[in-house]
């Protein structure tokens, strides 16, 4: 049977997705000058897990079922791993020109295809990672105001969440995407907990001392968060992956906006000019990218999308 498609609520959706995803970056910033990312790590996941897991249990013992555990605990660990980047990533560097970088995950999946999976990658797809590698230089350039070591945490980002997006693009499709989201929430929760009771930081004392503001902020960081991929979600079942993942590029204008408001900065018209670059190249590589599954398989039963925290 063939899922109806409402592509207009489906743009909706992810254009509420960037809004989450940029809410959620720019409140781990401000948080993070007062509490430790490890506590910022903990709320994110822990929340998610408890949200979908509610979600899961109306549907049944049986919603809790998955084929490939292994998969689920390798997708968790790469998911975990891309927000340790982002969370530490934050602290060093403006909300933009972070998310600006963050967005050069599909010229990664790009070179991923043709190393590790040995894909035919056409001409014009090099172009466009030419191009964003470009954009991206823009944006951290050398003398530039966040060039620096800072930057390993956007590029080990891109990289984690590319190999992410490839083991996802080959097993997704085994798995409830529902389940597949509670999963990932328990594995960072769990991880983040191992990591807490071997760390030195006293995450219970840190919640004890938190104030009523700073509690109602790291609930914001694990609903933006969970409701950022739910949206995906739902949106995928609205519309073609092509028509929606171009205006996850959206995430950059959110990322410059909640810079602005709260913190005050707004990126110099070199970064901006990278911005665009990126944007152009990633959205032009995620059209092409959707375009080619469409061709090998008219119903696509994956998509790959630009952010993930």
């Given amino acids: 049977m063939t899922r109806q498609q409402h592509p207009a609520l489906g743009i909706s959706l992810i254009l509420l997705m960037a809004a989450c995803f940029a809410t959620l970056d720019t409140t781990v910033k401000y948080v993070g000058a007062a509490l430790p990312v490890l506590v910022l790590l903990w709320s994110r996941y822990l929340f998610q897990a408890i949200v979908m897991a509610g979600w899961l249990a109306r549907r049944g013992k049986a919603a809790f079922r998955v084929a490939r555990p292994g998969f689920q605990l390798l997708r968790g660990a790469l998911l975990l791993s891309t927000s340790c980047m982002s969370f530490f990533g934050l602290q060093y560097m403006p909300v933009a020109e972070f998310t600006a970088v963050?967005?050069?995950?599909?010229?990664?999946?790009?070179?991923?295809?043709?190393?590790?999976?040995?894909?035919?990658?056409?001409?014009?797809?090099?172009?466009?990672?030419?191009?964003?590698?470009?954009?991206?230089?823009?944006?951290?350039r050398p003398g530039g105001a966040v060039f620096g070591w800072p930057v390993v945490f956007p590029l080990g980002l891109t990289l984690a969440y590319?190999?992410?997006?490839?083991?996802?693009?080959?097993?997704?499709?085994?798995?409830?995407?529902?389940?597949?989201?509670?999963?990932?929430?328990?594995?960072?929760?769990?991880?983040?907990?191992?990591?807490?009771?071997w760390s030195p930081v006293a995450v219970v004392d840190v919640l004890v001392a938190a104030s009523p503001a700073q509690w109602g902020l790291l609930c914001l960081i694990g609903a933006m968060g969970t409701i950022?991929?739910?949206?995906?979600?739902?949106?995928?079942?609205?519309?073609?992956?092509?028509?929606?993942?171009?205006?996850?590029?959206?995430?950059?204008?959110?990322?410059?906006?909640?810079?602005?408001?709260?913190?005050?900065?707004?990126?110099?018209?070199?970064?901006?000019?990278?911005?665009?670059?990126?944007?152009?190249?990633?959205?032009?590589?995620?059209?092409?990218?959707?375009?080619?599954?469409?061709?090998r398989h008219p119903v696509p039963t994956v998509a790959l999308d630009t952010v993930g925290d």
């Fill in 102 to 140: 963050a967005m050069l995950t599909p010229v990664v999946v790009t070179v991923l295809a043709a190393t590790v999976l040995h894909e035919r990658v056409s001409l014009l797809r090099w172009a466009l990672v030419g191009i964003g590698l470009l954009g991206a230089l823009l944006v951290v």
């Fill in 162 to 197: 590319g190999v992410f997006q490839v083991l996802t693009s080959r097993l997704s499709s085994l798995e409830d995407p529902y389940t597949t989201h509670f999963y990932t929430g328990l594995v960072g929760a769990v991880v983040v907990s191992l990591g807490a009771w």
């Fill in 228 to 295: 950022g991929h739910l949206c995906l979600i739902l949106a995928l079942g609205t519309a073609p992956a092509s028509t929606l993942m171009p205006f996850s590029y959206s995430a950059l204008l959110f990322a410059t906006l909640g810079g602005m408001l709260v913190f005050g900065h707004l990126p110099d018209r070199w970064a901006l000019t990278g911005m665009l670059v990126i944007a152009a190249a990633g959205a032009a590589s995620v059209w092409l990218n959707m375009r080619e599954v469409q061709r």
